[in-house]
């Protein structure tokens, strides 16, 4: 079965700290790649998507994402974390070919200290 | 604000009621998404809908149905409710032929 995995549960920086969390999935064949955030008390925003192309893909608020397509892996990056960056970040797939819904990870919190 | 609207945004029950969760999505948006968020099994997906058709389903509970009707909204039942089944439960919405989903503030179920 199609799984993704984040590694990190919870992760803690302090501000302006680089940030990197792990997101690896299992999927034989092509695959969207997606991640969101859900702010505290907030629904799931869309930060960045991959479908094809640069495998380097930026998102909003400076994050950014880079899919390694031999390691499974789209980790999301952000080189200065701000205390408002403080929330809990989905990395998401759907298998090309599919309807459409996605595969969550478990995600990961982050807490920014100021 | 995404544009996908859930009501209620939340709901109080007891062990074997039936609750309906409605959502609206996005306008131009033909695909109805659900999912289930719980501490212990996460974010999971349970129907698709597109333009009034079942397209699709993920680990939904026999208990659990869904439909969408002509105006595009969609309803999540759910009977025989459970301890187990509170959790947030999102809609998310797509329009035709794209491939990112946008997601409702969700609705908080909780079962007593």
Same mark, same amino acid.
């Given at each position: 079965?199609?799984?993704?995995?984040?590694?990190?549960?919870?992760?803690?920086?302090?501000?302006?700290?680089?940030?990197?969390?792990?997101?690896?999935?299992?999927?034989?064949?092509?695959?969207?790649?997606?991640?969101?955030?859900?702010?505290?008390?907030?629904h799931l925003q869309?930060?960045?998507?991959?479908?094809?192309?640069?495998?380097?893909?930026?998102?909003?608020?400076?994050?950014?994402?880079?899919?390694?397509?031999?390691?499974?892996?789209?980790?999301?990056?952000?080189?200065?974390?701000?205390?408002?960056d403080t929330a809990e970040y989905f990395c998401a797939v759907s298998p090309v070919g599919s309807q459409g819904n996605l595969i969550f990870g478990k995600g990961t919190k982050l807490s920014v200290k100021p | 604000d995404s544009g996908v609207t859930q009501t209620p945004k939340h709901l109080i029950t007891a062990t074997?009621? *039936?609750?309906?969760?409605?959502?609206?999505? *996005?306008?131009?948006d033909l695909s109805v998404y659900w999912y289930q968020q719980s501490l212990d099994q996460g974010l999971q997906f349970l129907i698709q809908y597109y333009n009034g058709e079942e397209r699709a389903k993920g680990n939904i509970l026999e208990r659990f149905s869904a439909q969408q009707f002509p105006d595009l909204h969609s309803e999540l039942n759910l009977?025989?409710? !459970?301890?187990?089944?509170? =959790?947030?439960?999102?809609? =998310?919405?797509?329009?035709?032929? =794209?491939? !990112?989903?946008?997601?409702?503030?969700?609705?908080r179920l909780t079962v007593l």
């Open positions: 079965a199609q799984s993704v995995s984040q590694h990190n549960h919870h992760v803690i920086l302090s501000e302006a700290a680089s940030l990197e969390l792990g997101c690896n999935y299992s999927y034989g064949g092509t695959v969207n790649l997606f991640w969101y955030v859900q702010y505290p008390g907030q869309l930060l960045l998507k991959y479908f094809s192309g640069d495998p380097l893909v930026k998102g909003i608020k400076g994050f950014e994402a880079e899919f390694i397509k031999s390691k499974f892996s789209f980790n999301l990056r952000k080189p200065s974390v701000q205390w408002s | 074997g009621q *039936r609750v309906t969760l409605r959502c609206s999505p *996005r306008s131009g009977s025989s409710l !459970e301890l187990g089944d509170s =959790a947030l439960y999102f809609c =998310a919405s797509s329009a035709p032929s =794209a491939r !990112e989903q946008f997601f409702g503030p969700g609705t």
